[in-house]
């Protein structure tokens, strides 16, 4: 069965689709751009974070941030920080919580299973007696933000096969949701009416009830107050429109990916009438650094910075990890299986070469907007790529030789390009 959607009047409901319109494909290429520029940088952070004495859950966002963006399991530099990762003893509710989303995510981590378990029995006993969560073991009090990441790390045990018993949501969801606002958003701990409700917590208190949510199921007695808290808190998202996509909006990276875990969880696309993710990712592709990273002058904890503008950690991750919006409904490992352009490099094998073309050829002429762009290309594999997609797609090369440079390839890309406009209805 379907799991069940509320129909939230604020705002429209439709499926994440992994293609933006047609109106939408200048975006679509400077997003292609923008990930393409950044794989280095996160490369080079990853690096640096397997040298230095990185706290767990930078490197697990890191790590998490890779998978998403499609780095190889190969890659030796992902290898080693998965390798440091296992190693690592989490103490606090964000190291555990992370590294739980990579275990997730990440079929080949080491001792997986036994990691999860340990994991996700030391992070019950960051709960605060009213069963939300704080920094460290058996807190006097709570807060939204480790709520957050504590529900979802507690969703990626679950997936695991790791029982939470349904209490534990039963008291999540009730502490969460009797802190909302009487405006529908919420604040990082208990409302007081001096407070004032903000971006961030209400994204994260959206993602902690829909959690709850889906782990209690459609059936459960607590499913219709879930629904209007859920919808009560896009209401005050559809009152605060401005906020996305702003560079301005405080813990700005941090928010813009826990509005696409919110979203994607609640079958979101358009809240106030505004596609999130294109004003989320027009704002990304506009902030970032002529070296591939990012950097936030309205966040929090940045983790280690690196030269030559490749940005600072935390917010490269979250950039990368909300354009590449990979966040799964339904939880469970991220496919290591799908290749796209822009993660063809230079030293990109040919089996990879030629499972991106097969994905290529797939999608059919929706793919020729990329596949032309990718004719034109520095990267040679990559030219190959799409030299064998537009064989697949058109059953024509128009005499284009990967080989050749820019120049020599010019008519033929002008054909393919014809060749699309003739035929792309």
């Known amino acids: 069965m379907a799991p069940h959607v509320p129909q939230f009047a604020t705002f429209a409901i439709a499926a994440c689709a992994s293609a933006m319109p047609a109106q939408d494909a200048d975006l679509r290429s400077r997003i292609d751009d923008a990930l393409d520029l950044a794989r280095p940088a996160l490369i080079a952070h990853l690096k640096a974070a397997v040298r230095a004495s990185t706290r767990p859950g930078e490197l697990a966002l890191l790590v998490l941030a890779a998978i998403h963006d499609g780095v190889s399991m190969d890659d030796g530099s992902l290898q080693k920080a998965i390798r440091k990762l296992a190693k690592a003893r989490p103490n606090q509710t964000y190291d555990l919580a992370l590294r739980l989303l990579v275990i997730e995510a990440c079929p080949a981590f080491p001792d997986r299973l036994a990691i999860a378990r340990k994991d996700a029995r030391k992070?019950?006993?960051?709960?605060?007696?009213?069963?939300?969560?704080?920094?460290?073991?058996?807190?006097?009090?709570?807060?939204?933000?480790?709520?957050?990441?504590?529900?979802?790390?507690?969703?990626?045990?679950?997936?695991?096969?790791?029982?939470?018993?349904?209490?534990?949501?039963?008291?999540?969801?009730?502490?969460?949701?009797?802190?909302?606002?009487?405006?529908?958003?919420?604040?990082?701990?208990?409302?007081?009416?001096?407070?004032?409700?903000?971006?961030?917590?209400?994204?994260?208190?959206?993602?902690?009830?829909?959690?709850?949510?889906?782990?209690?199921?459609?059936?459960?007695?607590?499913?219709g107050e879930l629904d209007k808290r859920i919808a009560n808190a896009w209401a005050w998202f559809a009152n605060h429109r401005d906020v996305?996509?702003?560079?301005?909006?405080?813990?700005?990276?941090?928010?813009?990916?826990?509005?696409?875990?919110?979203?994607?969880?609640?079958?979101?696309?358009?809240?106030?009438?505004?596609?999130?993710?294109?004003?989320?990712?027009?704002?990304?592709?506009?902030?970032?650094?002529?070296?591939?990273?990012?950097?936030?002058?309205?966040?929090?904890?940045?983790?280690?910075?690196?030269?030559?503008?490749?940005?600072?950690?935390?917010?490269?991750?979250?950039?990368?990890?909300?354009?590449?919006?990979?966040?799964?409904?339904?939880?469970?490992?991220?496919?290591?299986?799908?290749?796209?352009l822009v993660n063809i490099g230079p030293r990109s094998k040919q089996k990879d070469v030629e499972l991106c073309a097969r994905q290529l050829v797939a999608r059919g002429k929706e793919a020729m907007v990329d596949v032309v762009k990718a004719l034109r290309s520095e990267i040679e594999p990559r030219r190959r790529a799409a030299a064998l997609a537009l064989e697949g797609i058109t059953g024509d090369r128009f005499g284009y030789d990967p080989s050749a440079g820019r120049e020599a390839n010019r008519r033929a890309v002008r054909r393919a390009e014809l060749w699309f406009l003739q035929n792309r209805n």
């Open 123 to 223: 992070l019950l006993r960051h709960r605060s007696r009213d069963g939300a969560f704080q920094y460290h073991e058996r807190p006097s009090g709570w807060d939204l933000s480790n709520t957050q990441y504590g529900a979802l790390g507690l969703r990626a045990a679950r997936s695991l096969g790791i029982d939470i018993d349904d209490k534990v949501w039963l008291r999540l969801a009730r502490e969460v949701g009797e802190q909302q606002a009487s405006d529908g958003g919420f604040c990082y701990t208990e409302a007081r009416t001096s407070w004032n409700t903000y971006a961030s917590m209400t994204a994260a208190g959206i993602a902690v009830l829909a959690v709850c949510r889906q782990a209690l199921g459609d059936n459960h007695r607590r499913t």
């Open 244 to 340: 996305i996509g702003s560079a301005r909006e405080h813990w700005c990276f941090y928010f813009h990916y826990g509005l696409e875990r919110a979203a994607i969880l609640c079958d979101v696309t358009e809240v106030g009438a505004r596609d999130w993710y294109v004003e989320g990712a027009r704002m990304l592709v506009e902030q970032q650094l002529s070296g591939g990273g990012w950097r936030s002058l309205h966040g929090g904890f940045p983790g280690h910075h690196l030269s030559g503008r490749k940005g600072d950690a935390v917010p490269t991750s979250f950039a990368i990890l909300f354009l590449r919006r990979k966040f799964q409904k339904q939880a469970g490992p991220i496919t290591q299986q799908v290749v796209r």
